[in-house]
């Protein structure tokens, strides 16, 4: 089984006797070292770093307090904002159980397998295909709100494009540009560099970005 499915695995639906000491996680959580905020119910907003996170929760390190069953919104970079409830208290920090749609929790689960991975693909490494110049070519961004952007085009390729924007929509995030489905697989100093959900051949390149 890939990581990736366990990431989703679920547990059986049937109720487990909360315990403050006990293992409530119903996901595999893997270590992930990321700065963040949390604002707890009360509206007070505290800095933390990720210890371990999974598409079902997260341990937070914090030296501020929170109490069990307390909804909490958390912000980590490159995963955006994570709403939860408490589960745990630990001595450094707490636990806190996700409450997001499934495709929250899809899309989380790209979004931790590109971080674990993301080593592995420096900047111009890990490109199944050859980049072409393509810079003052204009594009567009288009979220799944609606919301439209203009961008200009770095350089492009069959599998993806690197494009100038001060946006900086999470990693794992779906998006279109130009015409073409494609996810955010990392930022750089002047954008993001996306891949496409599907490979173009030379034709749909023309097509897409004329």
């Known amino acids: 089984m890939s990581l990736q499915s366990q990431l989703l695995k679920r547990e059986p639906l049937f109720a487990v006797p909360m315990r403050v000491n006990g293992d409530l996680r119903r996901h595999r959580r893997v270590p992930m070292e990321l700065e963040g905020r949390f ?12 210890k ?12 501020h307090s929170v109490e069990i069953g ?10 955006g904002g994570l709403e939860g409830v408490v ?8 636990a806190f159980q996700f409450k ?17 991975n993301r080593a592995d693909f420096p900047d111009d490494a890990g490109r199944a295909h050859e980049r072409l110049g393509a810079t003052g070519r204009k594009t567009t ?22 494009v100038r924007t001060p946006a900086r929509p999470t990693i794992g995030e ?21 891949q496409f959900i599907t490979v173009l051949d030379p034709s749909a390149m023309r097509a897409n970005f004329p």
């Open 87 to 94: 589960t745990r208290v630990l001595p450094d920090g707490f």
């Open 174 to 194: 779906e998006l279109v540009i130009g015409k073409v489905r494609s996810v955010v697989r990392r930022h750089h100093k002047d954008g993001i560099g996306v």
């Open 141 to 162: 961004l288009r979220f799944d709100d609606g919301m439209m952007i203009d961008v200009e085009l770095l350089d492009l390729s069959s599998s993806g494009a690197s």
């Open 70 to 79: 307390e909804r909490i919104v958390a912000y980590f970079s490159d995963l």
């Open 39 to 50: 604002m707890r119910s009360n509206r007070d907003e505290h800095g933390c770093h990720l």
């Open 100 to 116: 997001i749609s499934d495709h929250k929790r899809e899309k989380l689960s790209s979004q931790i397998m590109w971080l674990l």
């Open 52 to 63: 371990d996170i999974s598409v079902g929760g997260a341990c937070v390190v914090s030296e």
